[in-house]
T-cell receptor
Framework: EDQVTQSPEALRLQEGESSSLNCSYTVSGLRGLFWYRQDPGKGPEFLFTLYSAGEEKEKERLKATLTKKESFLHITAPKPEDSATYLCAVQSNNAGNMLTFGGGTRLMVKP | DAGVTQSPTHLIKTRGQQVTLRCSPKSGHDTVSWYQQALGQGPQFIFQYYEEEERQRGNFPDRFSGHQFPNYSSELNVNALLLGDSALYLC???FGAGNEKLFFGSGTQLSVL
């Protein structure tokens, strides 16, 4: 069974204070690892897909990296508008098209 | 271009009742997936519909059923509601059943009293 664990559960940063969110996963053959952002009262919004170890993707202040057992979402010089819950999900060879999500990291960036 | 739309936004039911949630996919998308998100947790896959058929199902009882219409819109039905069914129900659409880039709606918040 695919498993995804995210840490920390919650993170408070000062504006400009860079940090990283962790996503550890266990799958039988990774098809893809996904990062989503979810604002309160909204559905998840797609950020990145990573397919193989060593791959990196960037978007504005966010950078996602992937190893064989975990992924990191690095946030550089965050702003208050980056405050949200960040969700990690995996799609595996044995689970068809479904995504298995972690519990998320709630990020709060204070001005 | 309208994204994924879900209705209603909020719903209150009592135990034992039945509920129907609705979803219209993003324009150009033909596949709809449903997820349940309990408070403080990540979404859990319920099932996926493609070409009007249930293509894949997660670990949910058969009280949860669905339907996809020829215009690609979808319904999620839950019978014999339990308190534990209280959650945010998310609909996600994509083009093609194997496309992993999902676009989510804002969800229906279901409260079971």
């Amino acid at each position: 069974e695919d498993q995804v664990t995210q840490s920390p559960e919650a993170l408070r940063l000062q504006e400009g204070e860079s940090s990283s969110l962790n996503c550890s996963y266990t799958v039988s053959g990774l098809r893809g690892l996904f990062w989503y952002r979810q604002d309160p009262g909204k559905g998840p919004e797609f950020l990145f897909t990573l397919y193989s170890a060593g791959e990196e993707k960037e978007k504005e202040r966010l950078k996602a990296t992937l190893t064989k057992k975990e992924s990191f979402l690095h946030i550089t010089a965050p702003k208050p508008e980056d405050s949200a819950t960040y969700l990690c999900a995996v799609q595996s060879n044995n689970a068809g098209n479904m995504l298995t999500f972690g519990g998320g990291t709630r990020l709060m960036v204070k001005p | 271009d309208a994204g994924v739309t879900q209705s209603p936004t909020h719903l209150i039911k009592t135990r034992g009742q039945q509920v129907t949630l609705r979803c219209s996919p993003k324009s150009g998308h033909d596949t709809v997936s449903w997820y349940q998100q309990a408070l403080g947790q990540g979404p859990q896959f319920i099932f996926q519909y493609y070409e009007e058929e249930e293509r894949q199902r997660g670990n949910f009882p058969d009280r949860f059923s669905g339907h996809q219409f020829p215009n690609y819109s979808s319904e999620l039905n839950v019978n014999a509601l339990l308190l534990g069914d209280s959650a945010l129900y998310l609909c996600a659409s994509s083009f093609g059943a194997g496309n992993e880039k999902l676009f989510f709606g804002s969800g229906t918040q279901l409260s079971v009293l």
